[in-house]
């Protein structure tokens, strides 16, 4: 058996969101785990409202998920491609000129509801003779053109849904060609997977009905339909549906939050699955968890609160060298010392700035009892000073000033950092240093 080839197929109209992320992810891991190929596809033959930034855009998301594809494909370029599928359609007598306008269509919709009837084509224009056909041209119509199905039921056996079917019957035949000759998704898709040697198509469940369709067409032009596979959409944490217009969770607002590619990959493809969710640094094992058969069938909710979690875990476990760079492109020193001394108490990485300023930069220390300070700053020991260092005087300043527990520890922070949380001040203590500890404990801004 052939390695399977799998494709993920945006429309470069606007910006990937988290929704189109779990596709292009549920793909690109497929063809990971079975040594297969991950093509990009970009559905651009909407030729208004397709722009080469999103295009570019689209590949640069798809790179910092760590998925770049094996092969990138532009629809725009394929146009000689379906001229000639739909062709060999019409000679087949599958493919059939219609020549109603949209309110035409939309009155025998609501004749046909009002009825208690499905409100399906009727498939009047097969009717039309030659001569009625030159009249409406000549009369200024120019046709669309929609594919004849056979009205028989489409079984097909799902990767995620199991066994599924649709009864063709209960369809319009599709457009397939508008009256400006461009063309619909269906056919360009169904003549990429065919040259494209696509072996199974993964996508969201909202084209369950479009996929009857397909086999048939699949079918029409000589080719046995790949396999499938519908996976549940995501939706916001409040269940709204994602849209690329709107901005919903975007890849680049997320990228830009500070979110690591991991953490987003990790949501993106375990939640709605059988799988506890968990950050998952390695795309590899990301790759081995994915099972399409315990995909929920409902759809799953993608909730920053939890991705601040797993990004957090992900965070917790970065050693300084995967850090290092990042951490000086934000002004950032202090070595692993600080990375390792901080790193517990951070969200993203980004979050490091706040306490590189603690012990860096100039706080306004929190003195409430200033001659308890006072007292601490006389015990400082001389530098050099290491993760000991603070166990030796906090046991001074305790034989001296009689402080213990809380008492003792909380004020030491509030004077040395302004704050009454974070990192183990035994860590953070030899980072601050003898000049500045002194001056905070004194209560001056330092």
């Not at 457009?175 to 360009?188: A, C, F, N």
Request: glycine content about 6%; aromatic content about 8%; hydrophobic content about 40%.
């Amino acid at each position: 058996m052939s390695t399977p080839r799998v494709r993920f197929a945006p429309s470069p109209t606007g910006r990937l969101h988290i929704g189109n992320a779990r596709t292009a992810l549920l793909n690109a891991l497929f063809a990971r785990r079975t040594g297969g190929t991950f093509i990009l596809r970009f559905d651009d033959t909407d030729v208004e409202r397709s722009r080469p930034e999103y295009a570019t855009a689209i590949e640069e998301d798809l790179a910092w998920l760590g998925i770049p594809p094996g092969l990138v494909v532009r629809q725009s370029e394929r146009f000689s491609f379906y001229d000639e599928a739909a062709d060999r359609l019409r000679s087949m007598g599958r493919l059939y000129a219609c020549y109603e306008t949209q309110e035409e269509l939309e009155f025998r919709r609501r004749r046909q509801l009002a009825r208690g009837l499905p409100p399906i084509y009727d498939r009047a224009a097969l009717s039309l003779s030659d001569e009625d056909r030159r009249k409406l041209e000549a009369d200024g119509r120019r046709p669309h053109w929609r594919f004849k199905l056979d009205h028989r039921t489409i079984e097909w056996q799902d990767m995620v849904r199991g066994a599924s079917h649709v009864d063709c019957a209960s369809l319009s035949d599709p457009v397939l060609v508008r009256e400006d000759g461009t063309y619909l998704y269906t056919l360009p898709s169904v003549v990429d997977d065919i040259a494209l040697a696509v072996s199974h198509v993964i996508r969201g469940e909202d084209h369950v009905t479009n996929t009857a369709v397909q086999i048939q067409l699949f079918e029409a032009l000589g080719a046995a339909p790949p396999i499938f596979a519908h996976h549940n959409l995501l939706t916001t944490a409040s269940g709204e549906g994602l849209s690329k217009r709107l901005g919903h969770l975007s890849l680049s607002s997320l990228r830009e939050s500070g979110f690591e590619a991991a953490a987003v990959a990790s949501l993106a493809v375990l939640v709605g699955s059988a799988e506890s969710v968990r950050a998952v640094a390695d795309l590899d094992q990301l790759a081995e968890l994915v099972d399409f058969a315990h995909i929920s069938r409902a759809p799953a909710r993608f909730d920053e609160a939890e991705l601040d979690q797993l990004n957090a875990h992900l965070v917790h476990e970065m050693p300084y060298s995967a850090v290092r760079d990042r951490l000086a492109a934000l002004g950032i020193g202090g070595g692993e010392a600080f990375w390792m001394a901080v790193r517990s108490n951070l969200t993203k990485v980004a979050d490091a700035v706040s306490w590189w300023k603690i012990i860096d930069g100039e706080i306004t220390p929190e003195i409430e009892d200033p001659g308890f300070t006072k007292a601490a700053a006389q015990l400082l020991p001389p530098e050099p000073w290491n993760e000991s260092t603070w166990k030796t005087w906090t046991e001074a300043v305790k034989r001296e000033t009689g402080a213990r527990g809380r008492a003792l520890f909380m004020p030491l922070r509030r004077a040395l950092t302004g704050l009454d949380h974070g990192p183990e001040l035994a860590v953070l203590l030899p980072l601050i240093g003898l000049e500045k500890a002194k001056a905070r404990l004194s209560g001056a801004a330092a």
